[in-house]
């Protein structure tokens, strides 16, 4: 017998239940529902542990610079000073997360404990939303696996445990892509205004989020194709997009300072690639875009999950890659953060997709061997209390220097710039120490003007302390006389040297 187009069309993009929901709509016996309640019980035990492993330890490291950027971008007296901070001083962070971090540190103080703490509110969150998309998209036990190959992850617990905006934007990301695939499969009015506000929180809270809206505006691109319209989903990207808009000339203008100021820092200069180069990737990027978003389906499954995991993983750091050889290198680990948290999605759901028993057992032995690894994984303590402690001990006149300016790498650091006039890393140094040291801030990029400064400060207070992001052979260009001044260097790291400078007694 032939069914009617629309009743063929409805089967193709029939999305299988999960196991929860079809003892549900079965009404199965009392021993099966209960055996259908497996995954969410295991589940539940993966939270726990998550919860214990991503708060353990969690004030017992100092702060990282990043980290004090967060407490003292937090505990500016109100929104307005908050969001000044990121536009003045470091383009490119969005003001949602320091907003947030105030009125909950303004309840929970400031400590390392209090700042970290949220970001474990956000991993948790984060790993029920892979869970709940997992259902959403597979079902019950693809969704356990996905969270299992999440949760002890070595990214995940840093992002748990480091006082950054990442977690939220990773959490918010997963949330707003849960809530624009119900709305694409069930439309609703509250549901379409409460998706369209957690796409505008994506680039309040990172750049990077209007990558993510990019792809999921792909997503929609691809349904439209297929004769599918979406017209709820399509209005809450446009509402997203509207609610940014009234910050959009800073966003603008931060975008501006973002390609100079980053071309300074870690991120480095332009690689000047050839126009055949960036052509060659211009278009390959294209082309990979244009496949994922047209091309012929290759899944059974009419909703097609693993090909909408793929473009919403892919397209971001595809733009990244395409912007980091046209302008300068933007490529960071870090912004592609939603991503790597949704490709266990894309993981467990692929290995799903080959055999059943091969997911869960892999899935399962990932999670225990990221058990085994985590505690030879700790990132290296961050120096600060010992640094303040050695200036505590000192002479309380004694200035500390701080250089001004993005920290750049060795072939920009003479580069004029506005960035952080305060010296950065006073920052994270202001967070512990509680002296009455003179702090003063040096030009980073202009190294004679430095020397002399330093040189007149040390000589009148008798010694002083230098704070420096410059690597060992371009420090030496600010660093005082040999002949008149001892230097002792005291701490060297990545990006991180502290020095005891003093005078010479004749």
């Known amino acids: 017998m032939d069914l009617p187009a629309s009743a063929r069309e409805g089967m193709k993009i029939a999305r299988p239940k999960s ?16 055996a259908s309640r497996r995954p969410l019980e295991i589940f ?16 017992t490291d100092a702060l990282g610079a990043s980290e004090a950027y ?6 500016k007296p109100g929104i307005s000073a908050i969001v000044r901070t990121p536009v003045l001083y470091d383009p490119g962070k969005q003001v949602f997360y320091y907003v947030v971090l105030h009125y909950y540190t303004r309840i929970f103080g400031l400590s390392e404990i209090s700042l970290r703490s949220m970001s474990v509110i956000f991993s948790l969150t984060t790993l029920m939303l892979v869970f709940a998309l997992g259902c959403e ?12 190959i999440w949760a002890f992850n070595p990214l995940a617990v840093v992002f748990a445990q480091t006082a950054r905006m990442y977690p939220m934007l990773i959490s918010i990301a997963l949330a707003h892509l849960l809530l624009l695939l119900r709305v694409r499969s069930r439309p609703g009015i509250a549901s379409g205004i409460g998706c369209g506000i957690l796409g505008a929180a994506l680039p309040y809270t990172h750049m990077a989020g209007l990558l993510i809206l990019g792809a999921e505006g792909a997503i929609l691109l691809r349904d439209l194709a297929h004769g599918r319209r979406d017209t709820m989903a399509w209005m809450a990207l446009i509402l997203a997009i509207a609610l940014f808009v009234p910050y959009l000339p800073v966003a603008l203008q931060q975008s ?9 820092d870690y991120l480095g200069p332009p690689l000047n690639y050839s126009l055949a180069i960036k052509l060659v990737v211009g278009l390959t990027a294209a082309g990979a875009a244009l496949w994922l978003v047209f091309g012929r389906s290759l899944e059974r499954n009419g909703e097609e999950p693993i090909r909408l995991l793929v473009v919403w993983i892919v397209l971001p750091p595809l733009a ?7 302008l300068h290198p933007m490529f960071n680990l870090r912004y592609l953060s939603p991503g790597i948290a949704a490709s266990s999605l894309l993981i467990a759901g692929l290995l799903g997709a080959a055999s059943i028993k091969w997911r869960n057992l892999l899935a399962a032995g990932f999670a225990l061997l990221c058990l085994i690894v985590l505690p030879f994984d700790r990132p290296k303590p961050q120096p600060w209390r010992d640094l303040v402690e050695q200036v505590a001990a000192g002479d309380k006149s ?24 305060f010296g950065y890393y006073s920052v994270p140094f202001d967070y512990y120490f509680r002296g009455d040291n003179p702090r003063i801030a040096i030009p980073g990029f202009d190294s004679a003007a430095a020397r002399m400064t330093i040189e007149e400060r040390v000589s009148s207070a008798g010694g002083g302390w230098l704070v420096s992001w410059k690597d060992g052979d371009a420090v030496k260009s600010e660093l005082p006389d040999p002949k008149r001044f001892s230097v002792a260097e005291k701490y060297r790291s990545e990006h991180l040297a502290f020095y005891r400078i003093t005078p010479i007694e004749k």
């Open 19 to 34: 196991a929860i929901s079809r003892a549900v709509a079965n009404n199965l016996s009392p021993m099966a529902g209960r």
């Open 44 to 59: 539940a035990a993966i939270l726990v542990a998550g919860g214990f492993i991503y708060s353990y330890h969690l004030g």
């Open 70 to 75: 967060s407490a003292w971008a937090a505990s």
């Open 137 to 148: 998209m597979f079902d019950d036990n693809t969704a356990l696996a996905a969270a299992a």
């Open 256 to 264: 501006q300072d973002l390609i100079y100021g980053h071309s300074l």
């Open 320 to 326: 990244f890659i395409v912007g980091s050889v046209m």
């Open 398 to 421: 004694a200035p500390v220097f701080f250089e001004s300016g993005y920290v750049s790498n060795g072939n920009t650091a003479e580069v004029p710039n506005g960035g952080f006039p």
